[in-house]
């Protein structure tokens, strides 16, 4: 069964470093997203790409973040200078279309900011 | 999108159904019910959907009540494998985004 893969699974970066995460969505899916959950909260939806560019974005997707689709397969997030409270499970999804279909998610990427 | 309401925790015996309530009650016509669930922290999983009709798959079965006010999620035959943390999003038609919630946290016991 197709899967959506993440690297890396945990990624430790020091505060005001660049971080990229990785997603490999389902290869057939149009659409890509980006969620993360800090611990203990709720999974909170940041991104939604589609067509090679972003769609919708959420109040804490702000300058500091960006999405591309540097080839045909890959999906990044990119965190330009990482904050204590970036610390979160960052999940990237996919699916076929935007609506009435389902989003496949990943195992997701641990980012600790120290 | 409608807001949900879901008990914090459900505990259910190895073998039996479960079965997780969610309460809808300002849905409004275009809007579809999704049930997705996380086990640990893992990325979240889908377990079905639907808008009017009872829904099955080899997962689970929805059962959504006519004024679609409310929904359950049935579990037929649960094993340990099914503890995790429930979500029912109602979600509008042409969003892209899911919205979660705090979900239900199911605890199946042997």
């Known amino acids: 069964e197709p899967e959506v893969t993440q690297t890396p699974s945990h990624q430790v970066t020091q505060m005001g470093q660049e971080v990229i995460l990785r997603c490999v969505p389902i290869s057939n899916h149009l659409y890509f997203y980006w969620y993360r959950q800090i611990l203990g909260q709720k999974v909170e939806f940041l991104v939604s790409?589609?067509?090679?560019?972003?769609?919708?974005k959420s109040e804490i997707f702000d300058d500091q973040f960006s999405v591309e689709r540097p080839d045909g397969s890959n999906f990044t997030l990119k965190i330009r200078s990482t904050k204590l409270e970036d610390s979160a499970m960052y999940f990237c999804a996919s699916s076929q279309v935007a609506f009435r279909y389902e989003q496949y998610f990943g195992p997701g990427t641990r980012l600790t900011v120290t | 999108d409608a807001k949900t309401t879901q008990p914090p925790s459900m505990d259910c015996a190895e073998g039996r159904a479960a079965n997780l309530p969610c309460n809808h009650s300002t849905i409004s016509g275009n809007e579809y019910v999704y049930w997705y669930r996380q086990i640990h922290s893992q990325g979240p999983q889908y377990i079905i959907h639907g808008l009017k009709n009872n829904e099955t798959n080899e997962m689970a079965s929805l059962i959504i009540t006519e004024d679609r006010k409310s929904s359950t999620l049935i579990l037929p035959h649960a094993t340990l494998r099914d503890t995790a943390v429930y979500y029912c999003i109602v979600r509008v038609e042409g969003a892209q985004k899911l919205v979660f919630g705090q979900g239900t946290r199911l605890t199946i016991n042997p």
């Open positions: 790409f589609y067509n090679n560019e972003i769609s919708e």
